[in-house]
């Protein structure tokens, strides 16, 4: 396997050629010695096919050129588009983008500062909070209603993010069918089977059991999509510790082992399917001293180095907090992990907005995140030397004793320069006066404004009916 061409912009070298190989040539070994259990008889009647040997009914182990077949024909960069059909998110190389994560089964409530169940409403807010977020690239559902069948939420998820935002959306489905839906509901709003695969809006995050253990579900929503020709993120979940080795080599190259399988699975279904891969710590790392998976250690990017050393296209995590609440803690681990998500080259990053270990929503953190990324995309854009920023005429007219503040040159790039809009940055007097607030008194005020502000453009009426038949549909009995 070589590894993709290396690109002009600077990224954090995690990984060595030599540490490359060896966990590549770790993860083709996995599939061939060890093997995986797939718990789908269509994909493991693909593999067979193609020449992969079958025993214990569903234990697979795949032959090296295999997987070096899937990995010359997936796509090395996904587009997904906006609700407008323009390309939103061109997902490869070292571009980042960046949004929340979906399912926590609480919220903090921004306006009491409860911690309690959310529901559908929460996920309204939510999106409508995204979508003016200017540097929320993409939305998840952040949180898993209450109030309707849990059956049937992953429906009431997606008709909230597709009518309450333009950005990209990543969903997620608890069963095939659900996945179904989701993609049906997409084609009303782009307008056709065609429109959508044409310009994809969508993409399903699908979490496999582990490396070595592949669901039904994860399986068919897989092929499923791979078949319609439109995007998957395609992720395996071990938990270092319990489920993968400790070390986050042993552990990665076990993840990669199932990466690769679903691979070699799309590229079987349809060839040429868009498949983005994972560039997160294997289902995070069980802390042997709390019983907690970790979603903030500093063991981490070592996954995305892998992927970005295949050039594909992948899907990891910053912005979180194993903080229980909006604070220090919270401010300074999702500060952490964004700056070293973005140099590491990671392509679409979420949970932003997450705490308690992926348990809680908090709006106020995602505000955190988005104030956050805009610092660092400002630090990672690098900086312009030309004629016009050495600005040396200006210099030579003014000369030693210069007053620069009220020249042309100031006037025209003064607004070049990052300025916070969340963080303080006043005289110490100046921020008395306006009642001397905190992070979190800003936040609220904040969220409170956006929520009352401009809503994004509403799904024309049939379209919307359409969506709500398909939810209707779906609820039991």
Request: glycine residues 8%.
């Amino acid at each position: 396997m070589t590894p993709a061409k290396k690109e002009d912009k600077t990224v954090f070298p995690r990984l060595s050629e030599e540490q490359f190989r060896r966990l590549h040539e770790a993860s083709l070994e996995i599939l061939e010695r060890v093997g995986v259990r797939l718990y789908l008889e269509e994909a493991v009647e693909l593999l067979e096919k193609a020449g992969a040997r079958v025993s214990d009914g569903n234990l697979v182990r795949v032959p090296p050129p295999m997987v070096e077949k899937a990995l010359s024909s997936v796509p090395k960069e996904v587009t997904l588009y906006d609700r407008r059909g323009q390309p939103a998110m061109r997902v490869g190389g070292s571009r980042s983008y960046y949004g929340p994560g979906s399912d926590c089964l609480n919220i903090i409530d921004h306006r009491s500062g409860e911690r309690r169940k959310p529901v559908v409403r929460d996920i309204i807010e939510g999106i409508t909070l995204c979508d003016q977020l200017p540097h929320i690239d993409f939305v998840m559902s952040m949180v898993l209603p209450a109030d309707v069948d849990g059956t049937v939420a992953d429906r009431y998820q997606i008709e909230a993010m597709l009518s309450h935002t333009t950005k990209p959306i990543i969903y997620v489905t608890y069963e095939m069918s659900g996945c179904r839906d989701a993609v049906e509901m997409a084609e009303a709003v782009m307008g056709g089977e065609e429109a959508l695969r044409r310009t994809p809006t969508v993409a399903c995050y699908i979490n496999a059991v582990s490396g070595l253990r592949h669901n039904k579900e994860a399986l068919e929503k897989l092929l499923f999509l791979a078949a319609k020709n439109l995007p998957s993120l395609y992720i395996p979940s071990s938990t270092a510790a319990m489920t993968s080795p400790v070390t986050p080599a042993g552990s990665v190259a076990l993840d990669f082992a199932g990466v690769l399988v679903g691979l070699v699975l799309s590229q079987l279904k349809r060839e040429g399917a868009p498949v983005i891969v994972s560039g997160m710590p294997p289902g995070g790392t069980f802390d042997m001293k709390t019983l907690v998976t970790s979603y903030c250690e500093p063991e981490r990017t070592i996954t995305t180095a892998l992927s970005r050393r295949y050039g594909l296209p992948m899907f990891a995590i910053a912005g979180a907090s194993e903080a229980k609440t909006f604070d220090q803690q919270a401010a300074a681990e999702a500060a952490l992990s964004l700056v070293v998500e973005t140099l590491a080259g990671s392509n679409i990053i979420h949970d932003l907005g997450y705490l308690e270990s992926g348990l809680t929503f908090s709006f106020a953190q995602l505000l955190l995140g988005n104030e956050v990324v805009s610092w660092v995309k400002a630090f990672a854009k690098g900086y312009e030397v030309s004629e016009e920023a050495l600005a040396l005429d200006v210099i030579t007219e003014l000369g030693p004793e210069g007053d620069f503040l009220n020249t042309p040159h100031t006037l025209k790039h003064f607004r070049e320069r990052w300025y916070p809009d969340l963080f303080e940055r006043t005289t110490y007097e100046s921020w008395l006066s306006k009642g001397g607030k905190s992070l979190t008194e800003r936040a609220k005020e904040k969220i409170d404004s956006l929520l009352a502000g401009q809503k994004p453009d509403p799904l024309p009426g049939k379209v919307k009916e359409r969506i709500r038949e398909i939810v209707q549909r779906a609820k039991p009995g």
